[in-house]
Structures are given as C-alpha cells and as structure tokens.
C-alpha cells in the first residue's frame, strides 16, 4: 500500500509533468506565430495567435462564459482589426494583446 503522503507527492508530480508540456507547446506555439510573422511580413500577411476565452464545449463540460458562436465571432473582430504591425503577437479574442 502507498502511503497517503507518497500518493498526494506523486500525484504532484504527474500534474506538475503535465503543466510542463502544456506550457512548452504554448510557448512554442508563440514563437511559431512570432517566425510566421517575421516570414510573412514582405507577403503582407499578419500571423496572430488568438485565445478564444473559456467557451462551452465538451472539453470544458460545457461550464465555458460563451458559446462557440460568439467566441469566433469576437475572434473574427479582433482579425479584422488588426494589421501588420500587430503581426506575431497574442490577443484575447475581445481584442486585447496578451502577455506570453
């Protein structure tokens, strides 16, 4: 039997592993939109990554603020408004630019 403390530890450690390689692929996700960016700008084309906000789907059990409609919606506005110089940077879907 595994005592309680080795459980609450190991547990800790597979989470922590996890939360790892979910922040690797966002970040590598921002640096690809960053080269994308830098790679695209004499095509005139604008690389944006988006966060799309907590949406109700089946990977949240459908407890997300907004539905799928809206979130793209909003998505869509915020690509509208942005240009070139805005290119390689992350945004919220509402427009604003966030931190990575």
Do not use: C, Q
């Amino acid at each position: 039997m595994i005592p309680f403390f080795s459980l609450s530890i190991l547990t800790f450690l597979l989470f922590y592993d996890l939360l790892i390689y979910i922040r690797a692929s966002k970040a590598a996700l921002n640096a690809i939109t960053k080269s994308m960016a830098v790679d695209l700008k004499n095509e005139n084309i604008t690389a944006l990554a988006l966060h799309p906000g907590y949406v109700k789907t089946a990977m949240t059990n459908n407890k997300g603020d907004l539905g799928p409609d809206e979130s793209v919606a909003d998505m869509l506005n915020t690509i509208e408004g942005k240009g070139l110089n805005e290119s390689g940077k992350f945004y919220h879907r509402s427009g604003h630019e966030l931190e990575w």
